[in-house]
């Protein structure tokens, strides 16, 4: 990533073979190259397995051992207001004060497929939970690969939006699918543009698959980004 050019690595909670080695070593070696760590967890914001929830809360310690200023996550089921479904409201707000006591934020992704692919879904779990700590992720393809409008959607969660997974989008065989930013038909003058009005600044994650050509096509999407820029 340093010799790339670029200005950080988001690493993942399914990555790690010897945490408990690996964790201070990625930390030490974000330090010496001069690059920041930002997390992503598969792990939902809300669970009725309460395994899951005590499992939110180590991505959320192991993000801040690397120092990481945010985690992403996925919605998943959102609880009913039912008695039965209380235990998953606690423990998701139990998550986001434990984010807020490392001034850290929980960027919500809107997930490729159901539930909380929807900007609408996204919006309503952040006005009822109401954190100061719970931000959007905007994963640019995902809401095309759904069927959703992204510029819609960027507009609707302007004032949380401080994370983004940039992908684009190219149609292969009649079906649309992601690829590296500049390959595809997603506008990034329009989509940067956005965010350039929001006012604030939040890390970019180049986020596709590397094919056979991993470093090209991350020093391509590079170029397309800055020439839009």
Request: proline share 4%; charged share 25%.
């Amino acid at each position: 990533a340093a010799k790339l050019g670029d200005q950080g690595v988001e690493f993942r909670e399914v990555y790690w073979k010897n945490k408990a080695d690996e964790l201070p070593k990625v930390r030490a070696q974000l330090r010496d190259l001069g690059l920041v760590g930002t997390y992503a967890t598969f792990t939902t914001l809300f669970n009725r397995d309460v395994a899951k929830q005590q499992q939110l809360i180590q991505d959320l310690e192991d993000a801040h051992a690397i120092g990481s200023p945010l985690m992403r996550v996925f919605q998943g089921e959102k609880p009913g207001a039912g008695p039965e479904d209380a235990h998953m409201w606690q423990a998701a707000r139990a998550a986001l004060e434990r984010a807020a006591g490392y001034g850290m934020y929980l960027a919500l992704e809107n997930f490729i497929g159901t539930p909380g692919n929807h900007w609408r879904e996204v919006k309503s779990t952040i006005e009822d939970l109401n954190s100061p700590v719970l931000a959007v992720n905007i994963d640019t393809s995902n809401y095309v690969l759904n069927g959703h409008d992204l510029m819609e959607a960027i507009r609707e969660l302007f004032p949380w939006v401080r994370y983004s997974h940039l992908k684009d989008v190219t149609t292969v065989d009649g079906k649309k699918a992601a690829t590296y930013p500049g390959n595809g038909e997603l506008s990034f003058k329009a989509i940067l543009g956005e965010y350039n009005k929001m006012g604030r600044r939040f890390p970019l994650c180049l986020e596709f698959r590397g094919g056979n050509d991993p470093e090209g096509e991350i020093t391509k999407t590079l170029e397309h980004l800055r020439g839009v820029m």
